[in-house]
């Protein structure tokens, strides 16, 4: 899959995704975000990605998954905040399996996932950046309500995409 530079909502999505998110502050919201991805030809020369649907999560947080997290290296302390929802997401795996059969049925693909940092900025973690594991995009939305995005590499490397808003049909 080709590396996308933009990511584009229409405002209904835009709607639900910030309205998913903020709705379980101060824990953080999580959601995965359903569309397709636009490759690059010779009429353009970006690909892109386009949200049509955003499936919420639960934030399954906790001591079971820090542990496994511990385990893969990717928390080196292990004090009580760690075990925060306020500070830290994970997505139910059960609700990711039946977004992505869902998602077959009906021409669409995960594209990546989207989270709130209610009392941060709009700008992935370490551990945002150490946990994700295949590329895909993660998008962001801040304390302030601002919202960024970026295209995860398998590899740990970010690059930020472009928002694009698009009027609903």
Same mark, same amino acid.
């Given at each position: 899959?080709?590396?996308?530079?933009i990511i584009k909502f229409d405002l209904d999505c835009l709607r639900i995704l910030r309205?998913?998110?903020?709705?379980?502050?101060?824990?953080?919201?999580?959601?995965? /975000?359903?569309?397709?991805?636009?490759?690059?030809?010779?009429?353009?020369?970006? $690909? *892109? +990605?386009?949200?049509? %649907?955003?499936?919420?999560?639960?934030?399954?947080?906790?001591?079971?998954?820090?542990?496994?997290?511990?385990?893969?290296?990717?928390?080196?302390?292990?004090?009580?905040?760690?075990?925060?929802?306020?500070?830290?997401?994970?997505?139910?795996?059960?609700?990711?399996?039946?977004?992505?059969?869902?998602?077959?049925?009906?021409?669409?693909?995960? /594209?990546?996932?989207?989270?709130?940092?209610?009392?941060?900025?709009?700008?992935? $973690? *370490? +551990?945002?950046?150490? %946990?994700?594991?295949s590329s895909c995009a993660m998008v962001i939305i801040g304390k302030n309500g601002t919202?960024?995005?970026?295209?995860?590499?398998?590899?740990?490397?970010?690059?930020?995409?472009?928002?694009?808003?698009?009027?609903?049909?």
């Open positions: 899959m080709e590396n996308p530079r309205s998913t998110l903020l709705a379980v502050a101060p824990e953080e919201g999580c959601a995965l /975000l359903l569309g397709d991805q636009k490759q690059s030809s010779f009429l353009t020369t970006e $690909s *892109s +990605l386009q949200v049509r %649907l955003i499936w919420p999560c639960c934030n399954v947080w906790g001591p079971n998954i820090c542990n496994i997290a511990q385990y893969l290296g990717q928390i080196k302390d292990h004090n009580q905040s760690i075990f925060s929802k306020e500070t830290h997401f994970a997505l139910d795996p059960r609700e990711q399996i039946m977004a992505q059969r869902w998602a077959r049925k009906n021409n669409l693909k995960v /594209l990546g996932t989207a989270h709130s940092h209610p009392t941060g900025s709009a700008i992935p $973690s *370490s +551990l945002d950046k150490s %946990l994700s594991f919202i960024r995005a970026w295209w995860a590499a398998a590899n740990h490397n970010l690059q930020e995409l472009r928002l694009a808003y698009l009027k609903s049909k």
